[in-house]
């Protein structure tokens, strides 16, 4: 016996990725996600945080003597990569080991205060609760902590 069949399977009206558990849970998801790649990308960059505020300081003490927008941009990252190259070469010829720590605080502190104030931005955006942005703040200052440790 042969038995009729009605066709095809019926498809759902709406797609699954459309129905509101689905679309709560991919949002979550892509939220962490974002915000783990924006912290690492901020850890990363927050390594030049001396070298930058040196710049930075520079330039604007050029712009007030008058050395004219170029010139300020010329002397700022001028400045920038100096500092930069100045650390890097003084910790490579430091011999005692409490003058590089000195010197890696020199670099770690600013590092790790910016890393705390990006922290607690992105914390403001997503935690509600106080508490839980200071954990989250703490442990996100405490990843330069242990990244100059090394």
């Known amino acids: 016996m042969r038995t009729e069949s009605n066709g095809p399977a019926k498809m759902p009206d709406q797609p699954y990725v459309t129905k509101m558990p689905t679309m ?7 939220t962490i996600v974002s ?4 912290c ?8 030049h945080a001396l070298p930058f505020f040196v710049g930075v300081q520079a330039g604007v003490a050029a712009f007030h003597n008058s050395a004219g927008v170029v010139g300020t941009i010329v002397i700022a990252i001028f400045v920038c990569d100096a500092t930069l190259v100045i ?3 003084a910790f490579a010829t430091i011999p005692t080991s409490q003058a ?9 502190v600013p590092a790790a205060i910016a890393d705390y104030h990006a922290t607690i931005g992105h914390a403001n955006l997503v935690l509600p609760s106080e508490g839980w942005r200071a954990v989250f703040t703490i442990m996100g200052s405490r990843h330069e902590r242990v990244h100059y440790a090394r």
Do not use: C, D, K, S
């Open 100 to 108: 590089r720590a000195m010197l890696g605080l020199l670099y770690a």
């Open 35 to 38: 915000i783990l790649f924006f």
């Open 24 to 30: 709560v849970v991919i949002g979550i998801i892509l």
């Open 40 to 47: 690492w990308l901020l850890f990363t960059v927050t390594v």
């Open 87 to 89: 650390g890097q070469i």
